[in-house]
């Protein structure tokens, strides 16, 4: 059954380091999402990718975010500039145009020391 | 604003027994969809159970079934016949029926900690 994919499992970064998340969404998939989750609280949207654009973001995707698919199969989100409130699990998912659900990768968790 | 409440944070039930989790939701909307994912400890979101708000039956998937009241705005999950490996973390989800690039994005409960005593 194809699935998401993401790495890293767990990335540990110092603040102010840039880090890239990676993602490979399901092949037939045209929408793409992140999501975080800091430890013990609510999942958060950050940004959603169609048609090789960002079709939305979320206040928290300021500038020191970015998403990028390079090459038609990678999905990647970039922070250029971490810092310690960046610590949280990252999940990317994707979606079909027609179906209502979005299927998760495993997640990264990103530690900003 | 588009909001999804899940008042329980914490629940517990009994190995074999039936438990509930309550989700309400806030929308104008008259389209949309509603999930439960399932959170266990290694934090893998995996998808339980999804409605389809035009859909006046409730989706069933095995040993979960929801309770989708629409004019109450009320989407539980119930769990029949609960098992060790149902503990985790249960999030209810909301998603607007649209197929415009924009407006897609789920918006989430703050999730109920399902303990499952043997």
């Known amino acids: 059954e194809p699935e998401v994919t993401q790495t890293p499992s767990h990335q540990v970064t110092q603040m102010g380091q840039e880090v890239i998340l990676r993602c490979v969404p399901i092949s037939n998939h045209l929408y793409f999402y992140w999501y975080r989750q800091i430890l013990g609280q609510k999942v958060e949207f950050l940004v959603s990718f169609y048609n090789n654009e960002i079709s939305e973001k979320s206040e928290i995707f300021d500038d020191q975010f970015s998403v990028e698919r390079p090459d038609g199969s990678n999905f990647t989100l970039k922070i250029r500039s971490t810092k310690l409130e960046d610590s949280a699990m990252y999940f990317c998912?994707?979606?079909?145009?027609?179906?209502?659900?979005?299927?998760f990768g495993p997640g990264t968790r990103l530690t900003v020391l | 604003a588009q909001t999804v409440t899940q008042s329980q944070p914490e629940m517990s039930v009994q190995e074999a027994e039936t438990v509930t989790l309550s989700c309400t939701y806030d929308?104008?909307?008259?389209?949309?969809?509603l999930f439960w994912y399932k959170q266990p400890p290694s934090r893998q979101m995996i998808l339980v159970i999804r409605q389809e708000a035009y859909k006046q039956q409730n989706a069933t998937e095995n040993r979960f079934s929801v309770n989708f009241q629409k004019a109450a705005k009320s989407f539980s999950l119930k769990i029949s016949d609960s098992q060790l490996g149902d503990a985790a973390m249960y999030f209810c989800?909301?998603?607007?029926?649209?197929?415009?690039?924009?407006?897609?994005?789920?918006?989430w409960g703050l999730g109920t900690s399902l303990a499952v005593n043997p």
């Open positions: 929308t104008s909307e008259s389209d949309y969809y």
């Open positions: 989800a909301y998603r607007p029926s649209t197929n415009a690039g924009n407006n897609r994005k789920l918006i």
């Open positions: 998912a994707s979606g079909t145009r027609w179906s209502g659900e979005q299927f």
